[in-house]
C-alpha cells in the first residue's frame, strides 16, 4: 500500500538554526513527493515537489530530494526564520491510485528569536 | 484566481442539529476533495470526486456523514445528526486533472459541535 512517515514533532529551533524534517514512504508505482506548509489559520499550501527519483525540489529556501533508494524525502533549510513556524506535511501520489493524495502526520515547527 | 472558496469559516452548532459545509473548487479544476483535521487523527481524506462523480469515500466515518457535487462549481459536506467527536477542521481542496499532481486547499471550516 501507500503510506507516509514523517518525524513527530514538535520542533523547536532558535533563528538561523538548520532544520531538518524526515520523511519516508511506501508506494506502490513511481510517486510523486510533495512537501506542503499550513500556516496558523490557514490551509494547505504546497512548498516544494519532486516527480521522480533523484529530483530536488526547492521553494523559499527549503529543498528535498526524492531518495528512490531510501524511499526518502527530508526536508531541509540552511537558516530557519520565526516566519517559517508553521507544521510541515510529507505527501505522495501515484498515477496507480487515481488522483488520491497520502499524507503524513504533520510536523509542527516553532522557531524562535 | 479567488482559490478554493469554503464556507462558513466557523461553525458552532449543538449536538443533533445538522451541519453543511460548502465548497467551490477553483475554476477548471475537476477533482474536489474533502479532508477532516484533528490533532489525534491528523489530516483524513473523507471522500473525492472527479468529473462531479464521487471516487472514493470509504473515509467517511459513517452514515450522518454525506457528500454531494452537483456541478463543477459547487460541493457540500453534510452531518445529519452532528456530534461533539465531529468537532474539527474541515477542508476542501482541488486539482486541475484527473491525474493532477498538485492540490489546492481552501482556508478550511472551522466545526464545533457543543
Known amino acids: 500500500g501507500n503510506s507516509v512517515t514523517q518525524m513527530e514533532g514538535p520542533v523547536t529551533l532558535s533563528e538561523e538554526a538548520f532544520l531538518t524534517i524526515n520523511c519516508t514512504y511506501t508506494?506502490?508505482?513511481?510517486?510523486?513527493l510533495f512537501w506542503y506548509v499550513q500556516y496558523p489559520g490557514e490551509g494547505l499550501q504546497l512548498l516544494l515537489k519532486?516527480?521522480?527519483?533523484?529530483d530536488k525540489g526547492s521553494n523559499k529556501g527549503f529543498e528535498a530530494t526524492y531518495r528512490k533508494e531510501t524511499t526518502s524525502f527530508h526536508l531541509e533549510k540552511g537558516s530557519v526564520q520565526v516566519s517559517d513556524s508553521a507544521v510541515y506535511f510529507c505527501?505522495?501520489?501515484?498515477?496507480?491510485?487515481?488522483?488520491?493524495?497520502?499524507f503524513g502526520t504533520g510536523t509542527s515547527l516553532t522557531v524562535i528569536p | 484566481d479567488a482559490g478554493v472558496i469554503q464556507s462558513p469559516r466557523h461553525e458552532v452548532t449543538e449536538m443533533g442539529q445538522e451541519v453543511t459545509l460548502r465548497c467551490k473548487p477553483i475554476?477548471?479544476?475537476?477533482?474536489l476533495f474533502w479532508y477532516r483535521q484533528t490533532m489525534m487523527r491528523g489530516l483524513e481524506l473523507l471522500i473525492y470526486?472527479?468529473?462531479?462523480?464521487?471516487?472514493?469515500d470509504s473515509g467517511m466515518p459513517e452514515d450522518r456523514f454525506s457528500a454531494k457535487m452537483p456541478n463543477a462549481s459547487f460541493s457540500t459536506l453534510k452531518i445529519q445528526p452532528s456530534e461533539p467527536r465531529d468537532s474539527a477542521v474541515y477542508f476542501c481542496?482541488?486539482?486541475?486533472?484527473?491525474?493532477?499532481?498538485?492540490?489546492?486547499f481552501g482556508p478550511g471550516t472551522r466545526l464545533t459541535v457543543t
Open positions: 481542496a482541488s486539482s486541475p486533472s484527473d491525474r493532477a499532481t498538485e492540490q489546492y
Open positions: 508506494a506502490t508505482g513511481y510517486p510523486s
Open positions: 519532486a516527480t521522480k527519483a533523484d
Open positions: 505527501a505522495l501520489h501515484t498515477s496507480n491510485t487515481g488522483n488520491q493524495f497520502y
Open positions: 475554476s477548471g479544476h475537476n477533482s
Open positions: 470526486f472527479n468529473n462531479n462523480v464521487p471516487i472514493d
